[in-house]
């Protein structure tokens, strides 16, 4: 199974080696993308990033979203002369098309703060909004997906302290997904979440996982009354 830190490394190689071919610095190209020096940097440090900056990065860089993302599709040939000229739906390829912020609704609600404290981290996915966010192509004709931010610091590196999450209410939880766990104590008592990587099934035992300080949970399956996938920026494109 791919972990996620070698999916980041990897990331980071294509990163470089674009750097490297137009001969550009990063700082360079993180001011190009998003308009802040330390875009590239952050994810250096292991902070992914979200999907727009990946489209924008990949603009910069003059590659397709899906090499950049995962080396998937026609590796970049050398750089000759000028830049390429960008059309606003074309990147890199002609034949490759990501979608633009335009084509993306910015009508998924976003349900609340989920607390990645390093205490209980329990929180709940409220059915009032607080914001709305642009809907990736995996979301579309999926009125129940939802997203989250991030509060707190018991999932760094994966995770960080106001990270948006895009959660799939009907995807699959496997082992290593990062999902949101709906639990309920009791019938006459309000439901309950937390933000985990799910481990394993077992014996009527659901365990998961937390990286910071790294501990594992154990819950009673009967108590589990939804798991939610967390996707995984590449999902997001419709993989």
Not at 26 to 45: C, F, Q, V, Y
Not at 201 to 228: K, L, S
């Amino acid at each position: 199974m791919r972990s996620n830190s070698r999916m980041k490394s990897t990331l980071i190689d294509r990163i470089d080696k674009r750097l490297e071919a137009l001969g550009i610095t990063e700082r360079s190209a993180s001011l190009d993308a998003t308009g802040k020096p330390d875009t590239i940097r952050n994810i250096r440090r292991g902070k992914e990033p979200g999907a727009e900056k990946v489209i924008a990065l990949a603009r910069v860089l003059q590659c397709p979203v899906e090499w950049l993302l995962a080396g998937e599709g026609p590796l970049p040939g050398p750089v000759t002369g000028p830049p390429a000229v960008m059309t606003p739906n074309v990147v890199f390829a002609p034949e490759v098309r990501v979608p633009v912020a335009s084509e993306m609704p910015r009508d998924l609600p976003v349900r609340g703060i989920a607390a990645c404290s390093s205490g209980d981290g329990a929180f709940q996915v409220g059915a009032d909004v607080v914001d709305w966010v642009r809907r990736p192509p995996l979301f579309n004709g999926v009125p129940e997906a939802y997203a989250l931010y991030m509060s707190g610091d018991s999932m760094e590196p994966r995770l960080f302290h106001g990270d948006l999450v895009m959660v799939h209410p009907f995807r699959p939880v496997r082992p290593g997904d990062l999902a949101i766990f709906v639990l309920k104590d009791a019938a006459d008592e309000p439901e309950y979440s937390f933000c985990k990587v799910f481990q394993s099934d077992r014996g009527g035992i659901v365990t998961v996982e937390q990286y910071n300080p790294r501990m594992t949970r154990e819950f009673p399956r009967d108590r589990i009354i939804a798991r939610h996938r967390v996707m995984e920026l590449r999902d997001l494109f419709g993989a």
